[in-house]
């Protein structure tokens, strides 16, 4: 193995990411994947039946589209690719009723009946502001924010617990509808912060949707890699980094590892604070992920949810926080929450023509072995009577599975660390520069440091410039 500028360990968006943003100022630059194929959290695979393509890991994809590291030029083919579900997300109630974010403020709130109005008082001001929370939001917290009235506007309500936040709601689907959407934490609705991600997630359907990624979300990673390559680095797979002494001689090594990675990787070097920091990290709950092959679309009894390409499944926002409470407690909810996709409302080529992919996943307890696919289907099946006559062929992965897949995925957690407080600004340990560690050219870059979890590369591309700064001469990792 010959001597490079930078080695980056991990080929998930924000290794790639790094590499792209490292390459691109001029450096040599080389990337080792352990897996067999590249791409981490955004793989296509044939889990099911020949003909039925399944995303392994990340289908919907807001963050890419909000993020300033995939409006580059060079991802113009790949945002060529998006398909966009005519609604974002859907939340069925029993029914047959639904509420849904649509692609409009305004269209949302009229469907929200008395509710409309206090709704279109709290997101419309933060649409209009989209693009200046995006990038505050997908930004380390480490620079005075460029627009702090959108900033405060997003932030003073998101600091609240969701659970305070619908209290603002008379409605059930309008309670529903945020809490199902803040959900996406793995926190308890309790939890400080989590209306920061609903608030989020619905300002991002608003101004710029859910995407998928025509083909699959393997697309990501095509152009990621096309560009790396396009600018001189490499790439190989099949390459479990155990120690650094695995590594070629390089100026820097960026790690895409969990902090356990980490730990492992720089072993003994690691200076023995740091690496009990590093020891007292927070993983979140995990999840188990169902994969289906279907005969026909999903026949939800509420129409809008036939046309949206995320659902967030539990029924009542009562019902959601109480699973929610359940898995953070260490309990296998009977009736999960859940996460399903339906990428085929938008991507037509996942599947034979008439026949449809899903998957949908619940949190459960970290390492949980336990298979929820009756449960999630029992969910489903609430909200679409017959769907399980549909089902040709499923693929199960437990959260321990999900931590053999990826050994990113700690017990089975997917969002790289638990998504507290102090670790939405601090992760993995309370640093100036989470990317830097206090191993001399060893750094971090996956989505157990800021700004978090999700396909948008931004942990890569502020890791890149940390080691631009510090070994190339470059500017401050944090201005500009
Ligand atoms: C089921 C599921 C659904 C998701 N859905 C969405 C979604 O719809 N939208 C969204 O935005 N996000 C979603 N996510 C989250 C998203 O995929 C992750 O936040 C994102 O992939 C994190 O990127 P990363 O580069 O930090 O790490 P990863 O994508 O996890 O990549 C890390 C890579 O490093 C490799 N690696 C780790 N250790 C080593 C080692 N020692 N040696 C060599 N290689 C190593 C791994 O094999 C892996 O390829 C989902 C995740 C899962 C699991």
């Known amino acids: 193995m010959s001597a490079v500028d930078v080695v980056v360990v991990g080929s998930g968006p924000n290794g790639l990411a790094a590499a792209v943003t490292l390459a691109a100022a001029g450096l040599s630059v080389t990337v080792v994947e352990g897996a067999e194929s590249l791409g981490g959290g955004c793989r296509t695979e044939a889990l099911t039946l020949p003909g039925f393509l399944h995303d392994v890991c990340s289908t919907a994809h807001p963050m890419l589209v909000t993020s300033p590291f995939f409006r580059q030029p060079a991802f113009e083919g790949l945002r060529a690719a998006l398909r966009q579900p005519e609604i974002p997300f859907a939340h069925p109630l029993d029914g047959g009723h639904a509420a849904a974010a649509f692609a409009s403020v305004d269209a949302t709130a009229a469907s929200l009946g008395v509710d409309g109005r206090t709704y279109r008082r709290l997101m419309a001001p933060l649409v209009e502001s989209a693009v200046s929370i995006g990038d505050a ?209 938008a991507d037509p080529t996942r599947a034979p023509v008439g026949h449809a992919t899903l998957w949908g996943y619940c949190h459960v307890p970290s390492g949980s072995t336990v298979d929820m696919s009756a449960a999630i289907e029992a969910q489903i099946e609430r909200f679409a009577p017959g769907f399980s006559d549909l089902v040709e062929a499923r693929s199960v992965r437990t959260a321990a599975q999900a931590e053999q897949y990826n050994p990113n995925y700690v017990g089975g957690d997917i969002a790289g660390g638990a998504s507290t407080l102090r670790q939405t600004v601090f992760r993995p340990t309370v640093r100036w520069n989470p990317y830097r560690t206090p191993l001399d050219g060893v750094y971090l870059c996956s989505a157990s440091t800021p700004p978090g979890a999700g396909v948008h590369g931004m942990c890569g591309v502020y890791a890149a410039r940390t080691v631009l700064h510090d070994r190339f001469g470059g500017p401050s990792p944090f201005t500009g």
């Open 137 to 345: 939001v997908l930004a380390p917290l480490r620079s005075l924010p460029r627009h702090p009235i959108s900033l405060a506007r997003f932030g003073l309500p998101g600091l609240l617990p969701v659970s305070r936040l619908v209290d603002r709601f008379d409605t059930e689907g309008a309670k529903a509808l945020l809490g199902g959407v803040a959900a996406h934490s793995m926190a308890r609705l309790t939890a400080p912060l989590t209306a920061a991600l609903g608030l989020f997630l619905t300002l991002t359907a608003h101004a710029a949707g859910w995407p998928v990624v025509e083909c699959g979300s393997s697309g990501i990673t095509e152009a990621l890699v096309a560009e790396v390559e396009r600018l001189g680095g490499t790439v190989s797979t099949g390459r479990w980094v155990r120690s650094l002494s695995d590594l070629p001689q390089a100026t820097a090594v960026v790690l895409d590892t969990s902090p356990a990675g980490l730990a492992t990787i720089a072993g003994a070097a690691l200076p023995g604070q740091y690496g009990r920091s590093l020891g007292k990290f927070r993983y979140g709950p995990g999840v188990c992920k169902v994969d289906w092959a279907l005969s026909g679309p999903v026949p939800w009894s509420a129409e809008v949810c036939r046309r949206a390409g995320t659902l967030h499944l539990g029924g009542t926002y009562a019902e959601v926080a109480s699973a929610e409470a359940d898995v953070n407690a260490g309990r296998h909810p009977d009736r999960p929450y859940c996460i399903v996709v339906q990428a085929g409302v």
